[in-house]
C-alpha cells in the first residue's frame, strides 16, 4: 500500500524526535499492551487533529498497532475499546481515525465497531507517496448505543 523504498526508510532512530512529539501532545493518551515477548500493541488517541475539517468535539485515534502475531487476538478491539470508552467518559462528541483507503482489513475491522466512512479523504505525498489515500471513519457517541464485538 505504501512503496518498500518509503516503509524501509522508517527506522527508530529516525522517527525518535517525532514519537517523542507525539506522545507528549496536548491531550494524548497513550495505551500499550505487553506479552510475554514485549510490545504487543499500542493505540495513540488525541482531540481530532484540523485535517480535512473533522468534526467539531471529536476525539482521534491516530496510531494503533500491532505485532503481527496479535492481529485475530482480540487485542486490537480491546484498545479500540477502551478508546472509545475514554474519550466517551471525558464528553468527546465522537471518535474518529483515519486509515489507508487500501486497507481493507483495517477497514473491515472498524466498520465492525460501528465506525463508517464520512467521506473525508486525505492524501499526503510527503509522506504516503502519491496516489496514497487515508479515508476517515467515525462514529458520533449519540449513536454508540450498542456493544460491538471483536
Known amino acids: 500500500m505504501i512503496d ?82 475514554d474519550a466517551k467518559a471525558e464528553w468527546y462528541a465522537g471518535l474518529l481515525l483515519r486509515t489507508l483507503e487500501a486497507n481493507a482489513r483495517a477497514r473491515r475491522f472498524y466498520e465492525r465497531f460501528g465506525l463508517q466512512t464520512d467521506g473525508g479523504r486525505h492524501e499526503e505525498p510527503a509522506w504516503l507517496g502519491e496516489g496514497v489515500f487515508e479515508v476517515r471513519y467515525r462514529i458520533p457517541f449519540d449513536a454508540d448505543t450498542t456493544s460491538h464485538a471483536s
Open 4 to 85: 518498500d523504498e518509503r516503509l524501509d526508510s522508517l527506522t527508530v532512530a529516525n522517527r525518535m524526535t517525532v514519537w517523542r512529539e507525539w506522545w507528549r501532545g496536548e491531550g494524548v493518551h497513550l495505551r500499550v499492551a505487553e506479552a510475554e515477548h514485549g510490545l504487543a500493541g499500542f493505540l495513540r488517541r488525541c482531540p481530532a487533529r484540523p485535517i480535512d475539517d473533522p468534526p467539531s468535539g471529536y476525539a482521534e485515534v491516530t496510531h494503533l498497532y500491532l505485532d503481527p502475531a496479535q492481529i485475530g487476538t482480540g487485542l486490537g478491539a480491546a484498545l479500540l475499546a477502551e478508546a472509545r470508552r
